[in-house]
């Protein structure tokens, strides 16, 4: 499914690969179509290919779900394949929790949950390594929900770290991107996974459906803020003001292990 921008665009659509039926690319596909992309929907899930290049494309994004990057389902391994396309065509590709982990799978990572059984499902600290505050400044709080991580595989910068699972975002080369946290949600997005999330909460570590929301009126608009720049660092190749992004590095304290 091809979702155009309401102006006048000559730029190339983004592949937008999502695991659900009424998935939804959110903010992200918002900002993107804002910036001028077309989206290029498909869902391997339900039988959609993908291409064999991305010469066609401007970039890919893949999303989320509630499988897991070590599942044996054919479609799995499909996707976490031919995360090999844009790597090895240096197109920008950006991977969003389930598409982080299984770009971490494709370059030989591993894909686990916390060994004390912690999720993170709600609202949680992030912290830049130095690595990531001289690319861009980054939120202080994001949006959680899963109950795997992945490891930093050979050859991928540490960007940001997070408590119960350190790796929260890397960067691959100059074109791959992976997080482990959701800044896509929408207000209806996020309703609709406290509702459908419900009985993951008394999981260890997981944060009460209130807490979801009520965060979000605290945190989400430097959230959004910071997923508009990114997006553009990603697809537009604009990266943030590099002296003030040094200028806070100067002034946070070092990241563990950063």
Known sequence: MLMQPSRHTKKLPVLIVLH?????PGRVGQMLIDKGF??????????????????????AVIFGGPMSANDPEPYIKTEIDWIGVPLKENKPYLGICLGAQMMVRH????????KEGLTEIGWYPLRATEHGRLLMHWPKMV????????ELPHGAQLLAQGDAYPNQAIRYGDNAWGLQFHAELTRAMMQ???VHGEHRFIMPNAQKGREHLEG????????????????GTV??????DKGAAAADARHQPASRGG
Do not use: C
């Not at 077309?38 to 970039?59: F, Q, Y």
């Not at 949006?143 to 992945?150: D, K, V």
């Not at 979000?216 to 997006?231: G, H, Q, T, V």
């Open 192 to 194: 609709r996974w406290v």
């Open 107 to 114: 370059l030989g990572g591993t894909v686990a949950p916390d």
């Open 235 to 240: 697809f537009e190749g604009k990266l943030a």
């Open 143 to 150: 949006y959680h929900f899963h109950r795997e991580g992945f």
């Open 216 to 231: 979000r009126m605290i945190f989400d608009a430097p959230l959004k803020e910071w997923l508009w720049n990114f997006l």
């Open 20 to 24: 659900q039926e009424r998935s939804s």
């Open 38 to 59: 077309p989206l290029d929907i498909r869902r391997p899930v339900l039988g959609d290919p993908l291409p064999s290049t991305l010469v066609g494309h401007a970039g």
